[in-house]
């Protein structure tokens, strides 16, 4: 039932997207040299000023049909990247935020409080790349800005002290333990979203808070993860059409929009993607890490 009220949901979406672009006029000179679109920034590369992030979060593990259940992990995260802001012609005050950035990150139960007897301790390293956009209030020197983010990771996970010994220990059983030798030991590809707010206190120094969920593969199926990502994709290129009206009738709306439909379809998809990793295509269940951050980001 909750599948078919995310289906509907985005269908609504999609609908409220593209029908203000089917009506929309040919703008005059004028307006075409002071609108904000007169920019050529494909939003792919690594311009901008140099930045270097780190943050502490908490985190919760799970993998949906799984008996035994996961210690929840604490993280350690350290981002090298490049972030750049810019004003809008029609507003100043409002900016465009872009981030590009490679990542590595290190969850571990041993780092939280100490895990029950009957639940399984686990270790991850994950390297990965992401990159976030969003918009914000510019106020001086400062800025407040709301973003969505995505990326791609690698990460490999182990099950403290072996999934042997966690069976004979009775925390595990065979069937579980069957499941998780999927992503035991092995680095997986997977891939993530982020919600987040941004604090820039000083040009040089932001505060961050966000919301992340990782998607870990048991293994790649490339042409059916493409055909998901394709879909969701194009959702989202459906979407910035509807935010680039709010931005040219009420800019100073924009940046909540942006953050709450932005980032409610990237939850709705990662929802989907619980019990089919490349939902609509019928595939495997994924291992999902969930996790609440908070960080410091130098700019240089």
């Given at each position: 039932?909750?599948?078919?009220?995310?289906?509907?949901?985005?269908?609504?979406?999609?609908?409220?997207?593209?029908?203000?672009?089917?009506?929309?006029?040919?703008?005059?000179?004028?307006?075409?040299?002071?609108?904000?679109?007169?920019?050529?920034?494909?939003?792919?590369?690594?311009?901008?000023?140099?930045?270097?992030?780190?943050?502490?979060?908490?985190?919760?593990?799970?993998?949906k049909g799984l008996g035994s259940k996961f210690a929840n992990p604490n993280l350690a995260e350290l981002r090298l990247g490049y972030a750049s802001e810019k004003g809008l012609f029609k507003s100043e005050s409002i900016v465009k935020y872009?981030?590009?950035?490679?990542?590595?990150?290190?969850?571990?139960?041993?780092?939280?409080?100490?895990?029950?007897?009957?639940?399984?301790?686990?270790?991850?390293?994950?390297?990965?790349?992401?990159?976030?956009?969003?918009?914000?209030?510019?106020?001086?020197?400062?800025?407040?800005?709301?973003?969505?983010?995505?990326?791609?990771?690698?990460?490999?996970?182990?099950?403290?002290?072996?999934?042997?010994?966690?069976?004979?220990?009775?925390?595990?059983?065979?069937?579980?333990?069957?499941?998780?030798?999927?992503?035991?030991?092995?680095?997986?590809?997977?891939?993530?979203?982020?919600?987040?707010?941004?604090?820039?206190?000083?040009?040089?120094?932001?505060?961050?808070?966000?919301?992340?969920?990782?998607?870990?593969?048991?293994?790649?199926?490339?042409?059916?993860?493409?055909?998901?990502?394709?879909?969701?994709?194009?959702?989202?290129?459906?979407?910035?059409?509807?935010?680039?009206?709010?931005?040219?009738?009420?800019?100073?709306?924009?940046?909540?929009?942006?953050?709450?439909?932005?980032?409610?379809?990237?939850?709705?998809?990662?929802?989907?993607?619980?019990?089919?990793?490349?939902?609509?295509?019928?595939?495997?269940?994924?291992?999902?890490?969930?996790?609440?951050?908070?960080?410091?980001?130098?700019?240089?």
């Open positions: 039932m909750f599948n078919k009220k995310l289906q509907i949901l985005f269908i609504l979406t999609l609908m409220l997207a593209i029908l203000p672009g089917m009506s929309k006029a040919q703008d005059d000179d004028d307006d075409f040299f002071n609108d904000k679109k007169f920019d050529f920034d494909l939003g792919f590369d690594f311009h901008g000023k140099p930045t270097i992030s780190a943050f502490y979060g908490v985190g919760k593990t799970s993998l872009k981030y590009r950035y490679s990542s590595l990150t290190q969850l571990s139960s041993k780092m939280g409080k100490t895990p029950a007897v009957n639940e399984l301790s686990t270790e991850m390293w994950k390297i990965g790349f992401g990159w976030d956009e969003g918009f914000g209030y510019r106020m001086g020197k400062s800025a407040l800005i709301f973003y969505n983010g995505n990326g791609v990771t690698w990460s490999r996970n182990e099950v403290v002290d072996g999934l042997t010994a966690q069976v004979n220990l009775g925390n595990l059983s065979v069937d579980d333990a069957k499941t998780l030798s999927m992503f035991d030991g092995n680095f997986r590809f997977g891939t993530k979203t982020e919600a987040g707010i941004k604090l820039q206190i000083i040009p040089a120094l932001i505060l961050t808070g966000n919301f992340e969920r990782n998607v870990v593969f048991p293994r790649l199926l490339f042409w059916k993860a493409s055909a998901s990502y394709l879909i969701e994709a194009a959702s989202h290129a459906a979407l910035g059409e509807f935010i680039d009206k709010v931005l040219d009738s009420s800019p100073g709306a924009a940046p909540i929009i942006s953050f709450l439909l932005k980032n409610g379809l990237s939850y709705g998809f990662y929802e989907l993607r619980k019990e089919k990793m490349n939902w609509p295509v019928n595939t495997a269940v994924p291992l999902f890490n969930d996790s609440f951050k908070i960080g410091m980001t130098f700019v240089f």
